[in-house]
């Protein structure tokens, strides 16, 4: 429906994958965009937190004023077309072969695709992106850094030279 209101209330957690694609499109340094959420008891999706100066982070978009996205503006998505993984998919998910709801669906109109196919193409992707990346995590939680240092680490993993 393009109500942005999710756009304005959630951490929006990224993928490296997201990262560079946004970086790509953007030509910013992921460090301006990029940051942390912690104290996160649940997550829907299973995106992996990091040890980030030695307390677990959820990586997200860095917020704007309040929780707004920092991609957001009245006229829409800036970056629409390499929007993250997490806003491509929301807010469904695919259960037992059905797409079904998140349960963070902020949606003001309860709202269905009338063509499946892409959200089923995205949600696929999303989840092999979010594999990757667990296993990523894995890795740097055995030591752990700074968020620049995560961000060289992940990104080089994720997209070797
Ligand atoms: S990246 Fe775009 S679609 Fe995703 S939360 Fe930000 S403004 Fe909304």
């Known amino acids: 429906m393009r109500c942005g209101v999710c756009c304005l209330i959630f951490g929006v957690c990224v993928t490296p994958f997201d990262i560079i694609r ?8 992921p460090i301006e965009f990029v940051g942390m959420m912690s104290g996160v008891a649940k997550v829907e999706r299973g995106e992996p937190t990091v040890l980030i100066d030695n307390h677990p982070a959820l990586i997200i978009l860095r917020w704007g004023l309040g929780r707004m996205c920092p991609f957001y503006s009245e006229a829409g998505c800036v970056i629409y077309d390499d929007r993250p993984m997490v806003c491509r998919t929301y807010p469904f998910m695919v259960k037992k072969g059905k797409l079904i709801d998140t349960q963070s669906r902020a949606c003001q109109v309860c709202w269905r695709p009338e063509d499946e196919s892409g959200y089923r193409k995205d949600i696929k992707q999303h989840t092999k992106e979010l594999k990757a990346y667990r296993k990523i995590a894995d890795e740097w939680n055995k030591k752990g850094g700074s968020l620049e240092e995560f961000l060289a680490f992940a990104l080089e993993r994720a997209h070797p030279r």
């Open 22 to 29: 946004i970086a790509k499109a953007t030509g910013k340094k």
